[in-house]
């Protein structure tokens, strides 16, 4: 079953700007990661956060965790046009499968 | 990392028809998972292919319609049986290597049901 929500749902912006993409959860969780996808292709895994971080940083890309709201953030900073994909974020819960959020669609306009 | 080399990476099938996907990793892994994604959905858990007995299947999904097999560590394959235009979907496997979280996914099988 899904857990994730994220939003929005789609979000375009112009090269060079930053993108925040939002995720929320409902259940307790070991850890979380966020996930690219280009055009309907297999899923890249992007980074990691575990429960007891709250920030994390991979080039420019940052992510952040909020284990009360359970909410997490991913952001990519000074776009290009090549990060135009789908962005997942995933849920770890224990010896379980990865359950996906809806994702966002990213468009970045050269 | 682990390597998934996943195939057909699409296919045109009429319905009624049943399509075998198949996923072969580079290394052995303990978990293999498939997943299914409708056009402009998320991801969705088919079923955890367990190696050696019978598949675990998510909610909503019977092994009649998705027989999983998994001979050993580094294959598996799914199949999509009786098919109809609702199975219209990209159909991904994922597995999970070397006490990693991190999840290796195949490039996808697009399939259509025509």
């Known amino acids: 079953s899904q857990q994730g929500e994220e939003d929005p749902q789609a979000l375009s912006i112009q090269e060079g700007e930053n993108a925040t993409m939002n995720c929320s959860y409902k259940t307790s969780i070991n850890n979380l990661q966020w996930y690219r996808q280009n055009s309907g292709r297999g899923l890249v895994h992007l980074i990691l956060?575990?429960?007891?971080?709250r920030e994390k940083h991979s080039g420019r890309l940052r992510v952040t965790l909020d284990t009360s709201k359970k909410s997490s953030s991913l952001l990519i900073t000074a776009s290009r046009a090549a990060d135009t994909a789908s962005y997942f974020c995933?849920?770890?819960?224990?010896?379980?499968?990865?359950?996906f959020g809806k994702g966002t669609r990213l468009s970045v306009i050269a | 990392s682990a390597v998934i080399s996943q195939k057909p990476s699409r296919d045109i099938c009429q319905r009624g028809t049943s399509l075998t996907i198949q996923c072969q990793v580079d290394?052995?892994?303990?978990?293999m998972f498939w997943y299914r994604q409708q056009p402009g959905q998320s991801l969705t858990l088919i079923a955890t292919?367990?190696?050696?007995?019978?598949?675990?299947?998510e909610s909503g999904f019977v092994i009649d319609k998705f027989p999983i097999s998994r001979p050993n560590l580094t294959f598996s394959t799914l199949t999509v049986s009786n098919m109809s235009p609702e199975d219209s979907s990209i159909y991904l496997c994922?597995?999970?290597?070397?006490?990693?979280?991190?999840?290796?996914f195949g490039q996808g099988t697009r399939l259509t049901v025509v």
């Open positions: 994922s597995v999970l290597w070397g006490g990693n979280t991190e999840a290796f």
């Open positions: 290394s052995q892994v303990t978990m």
């Open positions: 956060i575990r429960s007891n971080e």
């Open positions: 292919a367990n190696q050696g007995s019978e598949a675990t299947y």
């Open positions: 995933a849920t770890e819960a224990g010896n379980t499968p990865l359950v």
